[in-house]
T-cell receptor, first 115, second 115 residues
């Protein structure tokens, strides 16, 4: 049972344009969401997070939007740069229930930004 | 520099052999995790530990074992009972349990190949 889903395996955008990566979740106990970026043969690095009490969090070129009613979040990168090319993972955690104490990850989306 | 060190980076194993992957952190983090990455499946949780001398099974614990005798160390043993052990293994730690919104810090990973 995939509780966190990233339905787009890959995304290709032009440098300078906006990249939008999507993530859906099914567990209503999830209350904290994170995005990680991963280069090949390296560990993921934290990018940005959002608590369920907010609907938007911004950090430089990166903005995460949360729509709790739709159980959907998205990561916007503006403007996109070639160095942003990586795999992006969405992750979620819960304060209680069976998901307490661990992060559940989506399958990842490969972002390619063309010069 | 503070961080998470995984070793070895690459490991080859013959079928039927147990192998142990090392994970050490000097971040003074309480919680530690082991994830496995397979193509198209994102990161799946194997085991996690929120305090010393205590650990819990994740979503795919069968064929694996762990110990947490010291705060800094969380070794993972891949046993011969693991049917498909070839994968990229990632160790992570967090200041507190991710159940309360803690961010994970990852090591660089260990790639295990079964010959």
């Amino acid at each position: 049972d995939q509780q966190v889903k990233q339905n787009s395996p890959s995304l290709s955008v032009q440098e300078g344009r906006i990249s939008i990566l999507n993530c859906d979740y099914t567990n209503s106990m999830f209350d904290y969401f994170l995005w990680y970026k991963k280069y090949p043969a390296e560990g993921p690095t934290f990018l940005i997070s959002i608590s369920s009490i907010k609907d938007k969090n911004e950090d430089g070129r990166f903005t995460v939007f949360l729509n709790k009613s739709a159980k959907h979040l998205s990561l916007h990168i503006v403007p996109s740069q070639p160095g942003d090319s990586a795999v992006y993972f969405c992750a979620a955690s819960a304060k209680g229930g069976t998901s307490y104490g661990k992060l559940t990850f989506g399958q990842g989306t490969i972002l390619t930004v063309h010069p | 520099d503070g961080g998470i060190t995984q070793s070895p980076k690459y490991l080859f194993r013959k079928e039927g052999q147990n192998v142990t992957l090392s994970c050490e952190q000097n971040l003074n983090h309480d919680a530690m995790y082991w994830y496995r990455q397979d193509p198209g499946q994102g990161l799946r949780l194997i085991y996690y530990s929120q305090i010393v001398n205590d650990f819990q099974k994740g979503d795919i614990a069968e064929g694996y074992s762990v110990s947490r005798e010291k705060k800094e160390s969380f070794p993972l043993t891949v046993t011969s009972a693991q049917k498909n052990p070839t994968a990229f293994y990632l160790c992570a730690s967090s200041k507190r349990s991710t159940g309360s919104g803690g961010e994970l810090f990852f090591g660089e990973g260990s790639r295990l190949t079964v010959l």
